[in-house]
């Protein structure tokens, strides 16, 4: 029998792949970032210079290419910022992180025929359970008989606030929380009302409001939820 899959949905910036990661780490659980594949997938597709509105040729770049996600517990403080992600043998760990790639991937995370295609490797990923996955609608479409289901949120404002300061961090440009806020909400707009399985809290998930909470605290919640029902 399948192990129990945790699935961590949630809208942009709530601090999703920070937390699953660690309590991936913390429960020795494998992790998939499919938010991760679809970025992936976008890279692609701007690098191959098709247009994100080819459907059919973005199927095809979608059934060929080959998407690899590093999916081992890390050591907490081994752990760099992003997983790492390549794409037909290439490393695009950070490129797919970029502002380019961010504004592009709802339209390109819409198309059915993406997400037959991404969702397929996400399930035969996930199939012997044991793993930590987090994306927009693994509890509700991807896995909707997941043993554990969270939904973690946050205000637009907290997380352009975070976002800003992760930019801070980095040494990269700063961006105004005006600007981060309007990019945080296009995305969820386009991620909630897209036909095929939009971004929603599924009826069975916990709702984590985390606007003051750590990352710490966030990640101890989950052990302990997922403790008590192991
Ligand atoms: O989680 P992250 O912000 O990296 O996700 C990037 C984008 O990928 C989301 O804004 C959404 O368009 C898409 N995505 C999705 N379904 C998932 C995970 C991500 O459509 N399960």
């Known amino acids: 029998s399948r192990k129990p899959i945790v699935a961590i949905d949630g809208p942009a910036g709530a601090g999703k792949s920070t937390v699953s990661r660690q309590v991936a780490q913390r429960l020795d659980l494998l992790y998939l970032d499919t938010g991760a594949m679809y970025r992936a997938l976008t890279w692609l597709v701007l690098e191959s210079g098709v247009a994100i ?6 199927a095809e770049l979608a059934s060929q290419c080959e998407i690899e996600l590093d999916a081992q517990p890390t050591p907490i403080e081994k752990q760099s910022r992003a997983i790492n992600v390549s794409v037909n043998g290439q490393d695009v760990t950070q490129a797919i992180r970029s502002l380019e790639v961010t504004s592009k991937v709802s339209a390109i995370a819409a198309q059915p025929i993406v997400r037959n295609e991404l969702v397929r490797q996400q399930r035969r990923y996930g199939k012997n359970g044991g793993i930590v996955i987090d994306g927009r609608d693994i509890g509700t479409y991807v896995f909707p008989d997941a043993e554990l289901k969270l939904f973690l949120t946050a205000s637009v404002q907290e997380r352009a606030r975070r976002r800003q300061q992760d930019l801070k961090n980095q040494g990269k440009d700063i961006i105004s929380l005006d600007e981060l806020e309007q990019a945080i909400y296009d995305r969820d707009l386009k991620d909630s009302t897209r036909a095929l399985a939009p971004l929603r809290q599924a009826e069975d998930a916990i709702e984590i409001q ?20 192991a």
């Open 53 to 58: 509105d080819d459907e059919p040729s973005i």
């Open 210 to 229: 985390t606007d003051n909470l750590s990352i710490a605290e966030v990640v101890d919640r989950i052990v302990q939820l997922y403790q008590e029902r």
